[in-house]
């Protein structure tokens, strides 16, 4: 009998050890899996570049997500875990999260932690008109559209102007937002980046400009926008403007005429076109047009404000991209006949 209770002991001795090693094992192994699950990157697919977190999700409705869009394939407890380790669980906040190439699910937890939502950026081009800068905004992507059904009246007045025409009123500017932003929440940041620089240039133009009020330097810088893309003409052209207007002389610019023929514009204008009459005609109609004609740029409202000196009184454009400028009517002929008609002598 004492053999065999020998034998029985041995044998549950082999059983436990080979139990403990069985548990020492999976604790091993389930360690170094969970090691492989922090270090391992999310799976990020174009079709599914981020993840939409709502309120009131929990850890488990984001692992969810997660794993239905196949960036993870680990269950809950696992982040569960590492939530904890972070000192994150409970802490995550609601929101539209970017996943990024090598982003490891520490990296997505503390991003969650620390409100680090997904940002994209919109940009107001320079020289666009207010039409083009709202056909931009219905395609902006995740941002909610709640001016689409306005006019550009009722627009203006949501955004806090009341009574202003929009055209040249939005600083050409990158904005960054985030979804739930809404297009009339750039609208208010770029209206009131406008007035803000616009204020701070006027406040150090030139001395004896032809200019009573702040808009009407915002008027002449969108002529002068659409005029030119090169900066070293910028202040050129906008010192031929300053010079017709002290000479009380029509400042003819085709932008304008352009502006002014809206939808019956094509492509070109004509002779009939410099002839016909609109408020922005500025070949049949002396002064400043009534608004701007697009959004200016910084670099345009500096022209305005600062024209360069001289005497030259007309431009014409080569053809290139550059203009030929000159101080009297003849030399101006001249140039028209070369550059324009290709008669040159």
Same mark, same amino acid.
């Given at each position: 009998?004492?053999?065999?209770?020998?034998?029985?002991?041995?044998?549950?001795?082999?059983?436990?050890?080979?139990?403990?090693?069985?548990?020492?094992?999976?604790?091993?192994?389930?360690?170094?899996?969970?090691?492989?699950?922090?270090?391992?990157?999310?799976?990020?697919?174009?079709?599914?570049?981020?993840?939409?977190?709502?309120?009131?999700?929990?850890?488990?409705?984001?692992?969810?997500?997660?794993?239905?869009?196949?960036?993870?394939?680990?269950?809950?407890?696992?982040?569960?875990?590492?939530?904890?380790?972070?000192?994150?669980?409970?802490?995550?906040?609601?929101?539209?999260?970017?996943?990024?190439?090598g982003m490891t699910p520490r990296?997505?937890?503390?991003?969650?932690?620390?409100?680090?939502?997904?940002?994209?950026?919109?940009?107001?081009?320079?020289?666009?008109?207010?039409?083009?800068?709202?056909?931009?905004?219905?395609?902006?992507?995740?941002?909610?559209?709640?001016?689409?059904?306005?006019?550009?009246?009722?627009?203006? !007045? %949501?955004? =806090?102007? /009341?009574?202003?025409?929009?055209?040249?009123?939005?600083? &050409?500017?990158?904005? #960054?937002?985030?979804?739930?932003?809404?297009?009339?929440?750039?609208?208010?940041?770029?209206?009131?980046?406008?007035?803000?620089?616009?204020?701070?240039?006027?406040?150090?133009?030139?001395?004896?400009?032809?200019?009573?009020?702040?808009?009407?330097?915002?008027?002449?810088?969108?002529?002068?926008?659409?005029?030119?893309?090169?900066?070293?003409?910028?202040?050129?052209?906008?010192?031929?403007?300053?010079?017709?207007?002290?000479?009380?002389?029509?400042?003819?610019?085709?932008?304008?005429?352009?502006?002014?023929?809206?939808?019956?514009?094509?492509?070109?204008?004509?002779?009939?076109?410099?002839?016909?009459?609109?408020?922005?005609?500025?070949? !049949? %109609?002396? =002064?400043? /047009?009534?608004?701007?004609?697009?959004?200016?740029?910084? &670099?345009?409202?500096? #022209?305005?404000?600062?024209?360069?000196?001289?005497t030259e009184l007309y431009f014409?454009?080569?053809?290139?991209?550059?203009?030929?400028?000159?101080?009297?009517?003849?030399?101006?002929?001249?140039?028209?006949?070369?550059?324009?008609?290709?008669?040159?002598?």
């Open positions: 009998m004492s053999g065999l209770k020998m034998q029985g002991r041995a044998l549950w001795s082999v059983l436990a050890v080979a139990v403990l090693l069985v548990v020492a094992g999976s604790i091993v192994y389930g360690w170094l899996d969970y090691q492989r699950f922090v270090r391992t990157p999310l799976a990020v697919t174009a079709q599914a570049p981020s993840v939409d977190v709502a309120k009131g999700s929990s850890l488990r409705d984001v692992v969810g997500m997660l794993r239905g869009q196949r960036a993870t394939s680990t269950g809950p407890l696992y982040w569960r875990v590492l939530a904890e380790q972070l000192h994150v669980a409970g802490r995550l906040h609601a929101g539209e999260y970017a996943l990024t190439a990296d997505l937890l503390l991003n969650m932690a620390a409100g680090k939502v997904l940002q994209r950026n919109f940009t107001i081009v320079d020289g666009w008109n207010f039409k083009e800068l709202r056909q931009a905004l219905a395609k902006a992507d995740k941002l909610r559209q709640d001016g689409a059904g306005l006019d550009d009246a009722a627009l203006m !007045t %949501r955004i =806090g102007a /009341p009574g202003e025409a929009p055209e040249g009123r939005f600083l &050409p500017e990158t904005y #960054a937002y985030v979804k739930g932003d809404s297009d009339l929440d750039i609208l208010r940041r770029a209206h009131a980046a406008m007035g803000k620089q616009l204020d701070a240039l006027w406040a150090r133009r030139a001395k004896d400009l032809p200019l009573a009020t702040p808009y009407d330097a915002l008027i002449l810088a969108s002529i002068v926008e659409k005029e030119t893309g090169r900066a070293d003409e910028r202040p050129r052209i906008a010192g031929v403007f300053v010079r017709r207007l002290q000479s009380h002389m029509l400042l003819q610019t085709d932008p304008t005429v352009i502006y002014g023929m809206g939808e019956a514009y094509t492509g070109s204008i004509h002779k009939v076109d410099l002839t016909t009459d609109t408020p922005y005609n500025t070949y !049949t %109609r002396p =002064g400043l /047009p009534p608004t701007p004609i697009a959004m200016p740029g910084k &670099p345009a409202l500096e #022209a305005a404000l600062h024209p360069a000196d001289g014409v454009a080569k053809g290139d991209g550059t203009h030929v400028f000159s101080s009297t009517l003849d030399e101006h002929n001249r140039n028209v006949a070369c550059y324009q008609l290709k008669r040159c002598q």
